[in-house]
C-alpha cells in the first residue's frame, strides 16, 4: 500500500530551517507508525539558491520565489523561520488565509501581532502553532493551553534567554565582569554579532508577552512589558548578591494579580534554595503557579539547531494529526479575557541597593529615615568600611515596597549630601 505523504514547505533554511530538516530526516523512518503518514519537505524559500544546496540532498525544491509555495495546493503546511515582522507577517497571512496550517518560531512577530494571526487561523479553520518561540525545545506553549488548562494560572516566570543566563554564570562562577563574559559568549557562538536584543532583555521581553497572553487567558503585546537588560550588572553585585544568599538571573516575570496583569523582564536577585537559581550556562527554565498544580518547573535548552527543530517538528506532527483526524483549528486563539496590565510603578518588589554614603555618625539614621517616610523597610544590611572614595559602602536588601515609592525614597536619598553615589538597584524575586 502507498504511505500517505503530506507536503510542508519551510521559508528559511538558518540555523533553525536547517535543523529542521534533519530532523525529519532523522524521523523519516518511524514517521508512518507514529503519525500515521509521513511529511515531506516539498519547498524550501530560501535568498540564496547557491549556498542552500550545499545543505539539502535535492536543490531542486529551492526557491526564492513565495509564489511558488503560496500557490500551490498540494502545499498543505508552511513552517515559517525566516523571523522578524515582514516579509514573514505577510507570508503567514496569506498561507493562512489560503487554507494552509502555519508553524511558526517567530517571537517578535507573535509578541506583536499574535492576535491577528491567530485570528486569520480561526477564520480559516486552520492550525497556527508556535511552540517554538518561547524557549527553544521546552515544552511550555503546549503544557499552558491544554495540560494546564483545568488551572487559573497565576504567575509564569523564568529564565528564558540563553546569552544572558551565560554571561551571568560566567560572571558568578568566575568573577567576570560583563564585557569578558559578553566578549567569551560571542566567541563561543551564544551570542550574536549584534547581541542588543539578549543583552537588552528585548528577546526575553517578547517570550513574556507570548507567555503571558496565553497563561493568563488574556492578550498582553510586547509594548506592554517592562524590560531591562543586564549590562549594568557587575561582578561585585554578584559578589554581595551571594553574600546575601542570592544569585542574579536575567527574569521574565508574568503575574495575574487581582489590579492587572504584571509583565517584566529585567535582572533580579533570587535566593539560591529557588530552583531558577541553580539554572546555569544557556539553560532555560520556566516556572508556573496554577491553583491546582501548585509549581511546576519546565528545563532545557532554549535556543539552538536541534532544540529548536525539536520543538517546530513537534508542532508539524500534531497538524498532521490534526489532518488526518479532520479536527484542524481545533485550539486556536486563547485569549477570551481582556486584563489591564499593570504600570511598572504599581508593582510590589523586594529591593538590592548598593550605595556609598559618608562614614560618619548618623549616616544611617539619615537612610532609614528616608525609607520610613516612603514606607521601605530594610530586611538585611551589609556595610564595608571605606571604599576607593573614602565612603563606607552600604548594601541593603528591602522588605517588599510599591516600586513607585521606593523610586520617590532613592530619589530623595541621592539628594542627601551624606549620600555620595547610587550605584545600583536591583529588584529581588521572592515574597
Ligand atoms: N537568543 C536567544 C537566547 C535564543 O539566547 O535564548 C533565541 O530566542
Redesign the pocket.
Known sequence: MEEKVIKAALLGLGTVGTGVYKVLKKQEEEMTAKIGCKVKIAKILVRNLEKAAAKVEDASILTNCWEDIITDPSIEIVIELIGGINPAKRYILEALKAGKHVVSAN?DLIAADGKELLDAAGASHVDFLFEAAVA?GIPIIRPLKQCLAGNHLTEVMGIV???TNFILTKMSQEGMEFADALALATELGYAEADPTA?IDGL?AGRKVAILASVAFNSRVVFDDVYIEGITKISAKDIRYAKEMGCAIKLLGVARNTEDGVEAYVCPMLIPSSHPLAAVNDSYNAVFVHGDAVEDAMFFGR??GELPTASAVVGDVFDIVRNIQADCCGRIGCTCYKELPVKRMEDTYNRYFLRLHVEDRCGVLAEMTEVFAKYRVSVAQIIQRDKVDDGCAEVVVITAKVREGDFKTAIEELSNRASVKKISRTIRVYGK
Request: no cysteine.
Open positions: 517571537k527553544g534567554n540563553g546569552t539578549d528577546d532554549g535556543a
